[in-house]
Nanobody, 127 residues
Framework: VQLVESGGGSVQAGGSLRLSCAAS????????MGWFRQAPGKEREGVAG????????FYADSVKGRFTISQDNANNMVYLQMNNLKPEDTAMYYC?????????????????????WGKGTLVTISS
């Protein structure tokens, strides 16, 4: 199983970025696909999760209304659209896959229930 993130970069506060995660090596349509992030000196935290062809989504309170997770099962892709970015969104962002029941804990967890991880893509937001 391989997860490869892309789309990170540096933008000013208020800007937008779209992260992509290319998944291969398994069937991901029946898994929880999630995005997590880790800022320097901080614990990893969940950002958003989805399963069921994107029909069920879960968001951390800090990103609700600004971030949108979506899933393209035909192409084994997962996306994270990030709008109105803030300096506190600066972090390494990771794509992860795991069992469906893990999705409900993504917003408040650290991702311990996820089985597979990408190497991350860096997002830097300047004020």
């Amino acid at each position: 199983v391989q997860l490869v993130e892309s789309g990170g970069g540096s933008v000013q506060a208020g800007g937008s970025l779209r992260l992509s995660c290319a998944a291969s090596g398994d069937t991901f349509s029946n898994k929880c696909m999630g995005w997590f992030r880790q800022a320097p000196g901080k614990e990893r935290e969940g950002v958003a999760g989805t399963y069921g062809y994107g029909g069920s989504t879960f968001y951390a309170d800090s990103v609700k209304g600004r971030f949108t997770i979506s899933q393209d099962n035909a192409n084994n892709m997962v996306y994270l659209q990030m709008n109105n970015l803030k300096p506190e969104d600066t972090a390494m962002y990771y794509c992860a896959a795991g069992p469906r029941f893990a999705c409900r804990t993504v917003p408040t967890g650290t991702g311990d229930g996820m089985d597979y991880w990408g190497k991350g893509t860096l997002v830097t937001i300047s004020s």
